[in-house]
């Protein structure tokens, strides 16, 4: 099973991510994004004015993306995949996709009002905030992730941490049994 956390830059998808890992027996974590950033590191300075300003439009991190989530995500143990996806192409091209194979994937959109990610960038500590390449994302976000089925979204904005990991683990145990009852413990929880 694939446990996708989706949702703004800023909404808690890396902090809810990592508790999960941490309360799902044998669960591991797949971040996409640093597939991203090794893409633009590997990209020569030279052809950057090229690129799509933002490593998801590239069909490569798409593909890759997908291909990883497959193969990680077709074991018995929960894979959880935070990463924001709010473009309906890219959303095809990887939860989509994913779907269409067969995979059990339980996507979630974590939502806020956007002062309150805006705020959440700026403690971050990053120099992130309502007009950075981050913020400047989050309405647009919002906008999209926000027209997904109930079942597929949790408003955080009034939520700690803790009670949003609750809400997600009450979601999950609902969807599927298999989730909370997997006891192997055959393997090591792994970050990918």
């Known amino acids: 099973m694939i446990i996708w956390i989706n949702g703004p830059f800023g909404v808690g998808k890396t902090t809810l991510s990592q508790a999960l890992v941490q309360r799902?027996?044998?669960a591991r974590l797949y971040d996409p994004e640093v597939l991203g950033r090794w893409i633009?590191?590997?990209?020569?300075?030279?052809?950057?004015?090229?690129?799509p300003n933002d490593y998801q439009n590239l069909r490569l991190w798409q593909r890759t993306t997908y291909l990883s989530?497959?193969?990680?995500?077709?074991?018995?143990?929960?894979l959880i995949v935070p990463m924001s996806v709010y473009r309906p192409q890219v959303f095809a091209r990887t939860i989509g996709a994913l779907r269409a194979d067969g995979l059990e994937v339980r996507h979630l959109a974590l939502l806020a009002p956007p002062e309150v990610i805006w705020q959440r960038l700026e403690r971050r500590g990053r120099g992130?905030?309502?007009y950075s390449w981050t913020g400047a994302r989050v309405e647009e976000a919002l906008a999209w992730l926000s027209a997904l089925p109930p079942e597929e979204r949790l408003e955080t904005g009034n939520l700690g941490p803790g009670e949003v990991l609750e809400a997600v683990l009450g979601r999950l145990n609902t969807a599927s049994r298999t989730?909370?009852?997997?006891?192997?413990?055959?393997?090591?929880p792994a970050v990918l």
Do not use: C, F, I, M
């Open 128 to 130: 992130e905030h309502r």
């Open 40 to 51: 633009l590191r590997l990209t020569p300075r030279p052809l950057w004015p090229l690129w």
């Open 24 to 26: 799902l027996p044998q």
């Open 69 to 78: 989530a497959r193969w990680r995500g077709a074991g018995p143990h929960a």
């Open 179 to 188: 989730v909370l009852d997997s006891r192997d413990t055959d393997l090591p």
